[in-house]
C-alpha cells in the first residue's frame, strides 16, 4: 500500500490497531520463549540425567534443533512487534499535521479533494481603485516548492481586470491559505509514505521461508533482522528516552517501563540505554554486552591504526566478560568515542554498601593496557575493599579523554570531563538500594584533577562521601576543603619517588621546556632539579601531600627511583597494586570498605 497510501486512508488510519497487532505478536513471542523453556530446562535435562544411550542422543539433537526453532520464534515475533509499534508511533505525527490542515481547511469552507488538491471560493475585494471585484476562487495543489510567480501578477498575456493597469488582477486572499492547506496535505502524506516503506521493507525482511529449520546460520540472521528493525524503528525508540532528564528522572522512566518495552530497549537499542545514568546496573551490563558485538563489527569495517587499538581491546574485554571474575565483571559503559569509554565495575554498585569510582589519568585510553592493568586497579581495590566489608564494588570509569602526553596537559581535558563524572555519580545513588551507601571517589594522576574539578562544581560529587587523590600532580584546588567532603574526609597517596606528585609549577616548567621536549634522561636531570622541593606548589596547584593543603595523607611505598621510560614511571603505577605496594593498597581498600580510622598515616611534605 505504500506507493498509493492516501490522505484519506492516513486520516482514517487507527494506529492502535497496530499496537494490538504487534501485541498479539507479542504473545506469541512469549509463548515461544515459555515452549523453549520447557524445552530445555524439563525434556532436555530430564533425558540428560536419565538416559544414556545413542537413541537418548539423537533425541537430544532433535529436542536442541526444536529450542532453536523456539528461540528464532520468540526473537523475530519480538521484532516484528517492535516494528508495528514504532510504524504506529512515527506516524503519529504526519496524522496530526494532516488533521491540523483538514479542521483548517473545514473553518475556512474549503474543499479538500481526493487527490489532496484543496479548492476555495471566490470572494469580493477591493480594486486599485477602491471598486468592489470579483476575485475568482480557484484551486491549489499541494507542493513542497515554493511558487514561481509572486501574488498577484498572472500569467503573460492575461487580460488585465484593472483597466490602466496592465498585468494586474484582483487576489483572493484564500489563494495562498488553501496553498499553505494543500502544501500542509502533501508533506504529511509523502511522510507517512516515507515512514510506510521503510517498515514495509523492514517487516518483509522478516519473513520466513516455509518448513522452518532453524540452523546456526539462520540464527546470525537474527542479527541483521534486529540491526533492520533498529534502523526503522529508530526515531520510535530514541523519542521515548529521557536524555534531558536527570539519573534519577531516569530511574523512574525505566521503572516504570512494560517489561516488553524494556526487552525491546535490550534486545533492539541496547546503545540508547548501556550508557544511560540512573539505568540499573544489572540492566546496563546486559545491554552493553549486547551492544559489544554491535560496536566491535563497526570498528572491524572502519579500519586504520586507532580503530584497530580500540577494537582489540573491545574484543580483551568480551573475553573478560566471557570468563569467570572475582568479584564479577559489570559493564556499565562502552564506546568508541575519542579515545575510547569504557566503565566496568567489579561487584554490583547497586548491591553494595561501599562502592568506589575511580577516574583513571595521564595517558590512559581503551587500548591493551587499559585492558590489562587499569581495569586492573579497580579489580584489586574491590578485592581488598571486600576484605574489609564483604558489600563492596569498585568500578573504572574511562568515561572521558584523558591526555595522552604530558607536554599537552591543560585543564581542559578535566573540565570536560567533570560535569560526565558527575553525572554518573548521581546515576550511582540514584540505584544504589541502600539507605546511605557510602562512596568514594578516586583519582589518579591526571584524574586527580578531574574528580578535583568534579568536586568543586556546584553541589560537589553527587553521593560521595570520601576523596582518594593519588599520584596527583594537583586538583585546581588550593585546600582540601574545597572538595566538597571535609578536609578529614580528602585521603592523598603521594610516592616520593613518583615525578608525577613533584610536577613543578608552569613558571618553573616553562624553564625546563628544552629538555622536557627532548626526552630521555636529560629530562630526568634537569626535572629533578626543578622538583618542588621546599614549596607546596605543584603544576594544578597546591600540592595535595602538603600540610597546607590540609588532607589526610596516608603512607605509601616510595616505589623505586625515577628513571623515564617510554613516558612512564614505576613508582607512579603501583598505588593499587597489592604486590609492589601492599601499603598503599591497603590503606585505599580500607578508605573505600569504610574503615578511614585504621589507614596508616604519613606525615605531610
Not at 497487532?21 to 533425558?47: F, I, N, P, Y
Request: proline share 6%.
Amino acid at each position: 500500500m505504500t506507493g498509493s497510501l492516501t490522505w484519506q486512508q492516513l486520516r482514517d488510519l487507527k494506529t492502535s490497531e497496530l499496537t494490538q497487532a504487534g501485541d498479539t505478536w507479542h504473545e506469541v513471542s512469549g509463548r515461544s520463549a515459555s515452549d523453549r523453556a520447557q524445552v530445555d530446562r524439563a525434556m532436555s535435562a530430564k533425558l540428560r540425567e536419565t538416559q544414556e544411550s545413542d537413541s537418548a542422543e539423537a533425541a537430544l539433537g532433535r529436542l536442541q534443533r526444536l529450542s532453536r526453532n523456539f528461540q528464532y520464534v520468540q526473537t523475530e515475533c519480538g521484532l516484528v512487534r517492535t516494528a508495528l509499534n514504532g510504524l504506529a508511533g512515527d506516524l503519529v505525527d504526519p496524522q496530526n499535521q494532516l488533521k491540523q490542515a483538514l479542521e483548517d481547511a473545514a473553518s475556512l469552507n474549503f474543499t479538500v479533494h481526493e487527490d489532496g488538491s484543496v479548492s476555495y471560493p471566490a470572494v469580493k475585494v477591493d480594486d486599485l481603485t477602491g471598486a468592489k471585484q470579483e476575485a475568482p476562487g480557484g484551486s491549489s495543489t499541494g507542493s513542497t516548492r515554493l511558487p514561481l510567480d509572486p501574488p498577484g501578477l498572472g500569467p503573460p498575456g492575461q487580460q488585465s481586470l484593472y483597466p490602466g493597469y496592465p498585468g494586474f488582477r484582483p487576489v483572493n486572499p484564500n489563494a495562498e491559505k488553501a496553498q499553505d492547506v494543500a502544501d500542509r496535505i502533501a508533506r504529511a502524506v509523502r511522510s507517512a509514505r516515507e515512514i510506510d516503506a521503510r517498515y514495509a521493507k523492514t517487516l518483509n525482511g522478516l519473513r520466513a521461508e516455509k518448513g522452518l529449520d532453524v540452523t546456526a546460520a539462520t540464527l546470525k540472521d537474527v542479527f541483521r533482522d534486529t540491526a533492520d528493525v533498529r534502523s526503522a524503528a529508530d526515531m520510535h525508540l530514541a523519542e521515548g528516552v529521557p536524555r534531558d532528564k536527570d539519573p534519577a528522572e531516569r530511574k523512574k522512566w525505566w521503572d516504570g517501563l512494560t517489561d516488553e518495552q524494556r526487552q525491546e530497549y535490550l534486545k533492539i537499542a541496547p546503545d540508547l540505554i548501556g550508557g544511560l545514568d540512573g539505568i540499573p546496573a544489572v540492566t546496563r551490563d546486559e545491554a552493553n554486552r549486547n551492544y559489544l558485538p554491535v560496536l566491535i563489527e563497526d570498528l572491524a569495517r572502519q579500519g586504520g591504526d586507532e580503530a584497530k587499538t580500540k577494537l582489540d581491546a573491545l574484543r580483551m574485554i568480551q573475553e573478560k566478560l566471557g570468563e569467570s571474575s572475582r568479584p564479577p565483571m559489570f559493564l556499565l559503559g562502552i564506546g568508541d568515542e575519542g579515545n575510547g569509554r569504557a566503565i566496568v565495575s567489579y561487584g554490583n554498585p547497586d548491591a553494595s554498601r561501599h562502592v568506589a569510582a575511580y577516574v583513571p589519568g595521564l595517558g590512559t585510553k581503551l587500548d591493551g593496557e587499559f585492558v590489562d592493568d587499569t581495569m586492573k586497579r579497580a579489580q584489586d581495590t574491590a578485592l581488598g575493599a571486600k576484605e574489609v566489608d564483604p558489600s563492596s564494588a569498585a568500578i573504572i570509569w574511562l568515561g572521558y579523554d584523558a591526555p595522552q602526553h604530558a607536554d599537552v596537559m591543560s585543564k581542559g581535558d578535566a573540565q570536560r570531563g567533570a560535569p560526565a563524572y558527575n553525572e554518573f555519580m548521581a546515576g550511582l545513588s540514584a540505584t544504589n538500594a541502600n539507605e546511605d551507601p557510602h562512596v568514594t571517589a578516586i583519582g589518579h594522576s591526571y584524574g586527580s584533577l578531574t574528580v578535583g574539578t568534579a568536586a568543586k562544581e556546584s553541589g560537589g560529587i553527587p553521593g560521595v562521601d570520601d576523596v582518594i587523590l593519588l599520584g596527583s600532580p594537583g586538583v585546581d584546588a588550593q585546600k582540601a576543603t574545597e572538595l566538597g567532603v571535609g578536609k578529614d574526609h580528602v585521603f592523598v597517596g603521594a610516592a616520593d619517588n613518583d615525578p608525577v606528585t613533584h610536577l613543578p609549577t608552569k613558571g618553573e616548567s616553562a624553564l625546563a621546556a628544552p629538555a622536557w621536549a627532548l626526552g630521555g634522561p636529560e629530562w630526568v636531570r634537569r626535572a629533578n632539579d626543578l622538583f618542588d622541593v621546599g614549596d607546596d606548589d605543584l603544576y594544578f596547584g597546591k600540592d595535595p601531600a602538603s600540610e597546607a593543603f590540609g588532607a589526610q595523607r596516608f603512607e605509601v611505598d616510595d616505589g623505586p627511583r625515577a628513571v623515564l621510560e617510554a613516558g612512564k614511571f614505576d613508582a607512579h603505577s603501583q598505588y593499587f597494586d597489592p604486590e609492589l605496594d601492599d601499603v598503599s593498597a591497603l590503606n585505599v581498600a580500607k578508605i573505600v570498605g569504610g574503615r578511614p580510622e585504621d589507614i596508616v598515616r604519613e606525615e605531610y611534605r
